[in-house]
């Protein structure tokens, strides 16, 4: 596609967000059976399981922690909140970057109670379930920043919003293939997130295998690239990344509510060499 056809499908997918719902994305997806805590086959404490042993791996380490396109979810990052002292939350949209702040701020309104998720993050890790209050602390004392982000502009973030080394480990979930209008443009959004991240940096990078559309609100229907593994590990390589380790989520019947039509969830962890 020439560049006037990218740009013109580029805004036309930022137009959809533009009715974007963070309360009812939250609702759809993070609210069981999709976030059901106590079934082993739930797609939240997969992901989550996934992030927890990513994140204590002794290869990925470092100070900052980036998290690519966070809307107005806190999962993705509170296993690595443990692992590094600075983490800045990112999204294109204003009232995701505001529920987060509101969380941030421990103020009232916010539209998920995330203490399900802190408690069960505190029994991965060993901790007893109390601990979650200290995971709440521990966290807002890392968040950094939460910053606009664009992953379509070779240049993501503001130019001085990073280190001039780069992040040490970025970590993205549903975003890239969530905003691109097709799979050429979902691989070059990993190539300009590349270069938010360091030489021997880690992106984890979770995603929705097979779907082509999902509701972000009533009536929000967004269309989404559909991928399969092999793509999500051709589009790793072709931008740059050497692939660690592929997970792969099938989706249950029951954990097909009618909010999208994706059929797995896969978990890429990958470095920059
Ligand atoms: C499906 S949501 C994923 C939210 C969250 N990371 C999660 O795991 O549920 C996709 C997010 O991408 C954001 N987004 C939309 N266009 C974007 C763009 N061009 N660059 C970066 N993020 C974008 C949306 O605002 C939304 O928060
Ligand atoms: O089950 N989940 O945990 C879950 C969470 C978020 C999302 C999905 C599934 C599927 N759709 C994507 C948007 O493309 C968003």
């Keep these: 596609m020439e560049e006037k056809g990218r740009e013109k499908a580029v805004a036309a997918m930022a137009a959809c967000y533009q009715r974007f719902d963070p309360a009812a994305y939250l609702q759809y997806n993070y609210t069981p059976p999709r976030a059901d805590f106590a079934r082993k086959d739930s797609i939240v404490p997969w992901k989550l399981a996934c992030l ?8 990925v380490s470092g100070e900052l922690l980036v998290d690519i396109g966070s809307g107005p979810t806190l999962y993705q990052v509170l296993s690595g909140c443990e ?5 800045i939350l990112t999204d294109f949209l204003e009232v995701n970057r505001q529920e987060l702040r509101r969380w941030l701020q421990d103020e009232a309104g916010c539209s998920l109670d995330w203490t399900p998720y802190l408690q ?17 602390a521990k966290l807002r004392q890392v968040i950094a920043d939460i910053l606009p ?5 070779s240049q993501p973030l503001a130019p001085d919003a990073l280190p001039s080394a780069g992040a040490d480990c970025l970590v ?6 969530s905003v691109s209008p097709d799979l050429a443009a979902f691989t070059r959004a990993l190539g300009h997130i590349w270069k ?18 999902y509701f972000g609100g009533p009536g929000v229907r967004i269309p989404v690239v559909p991928l399969n593994e092999a793509q999500v590990c051709a589009s790793l390589k072709e931008s740059s ?11 249950p019947q029951d954990m097909r509510v009618g909010v999208d039509d994706v059929t797995g969830v896969f978990f890429a962890k990958a470095r920059k060499d």
Aim: with cysteine; aromatic share 10%.
């Design 52 to 59: 927890h042993r990513a994140f204590t791996e002794d290869d």
């Design 83 to 87: 692992v590094f002292n600075k983490v």
């Design 120 to 136: 069960h993050v505190c029994k991965l890790e060993g901790r007893r379930l109390s601990a979650w209050t200290e995971k709440a």
């Design 149 to 153: 982000i664009d992953v379509h502009c």
């Design 172 to 177: 993205s979930c549903f975003c890239l293939e």
């Design 196 to 213: 938010l991240l360091r030489p021997g940096g880690h992106l984890l990078l979770i995603g929705a295998l097979g779907e082509s559309y």
């Design 241 to 251: 990344y050497t692939l660690i380790r592929l997970e792969v989520y099938t989706l």
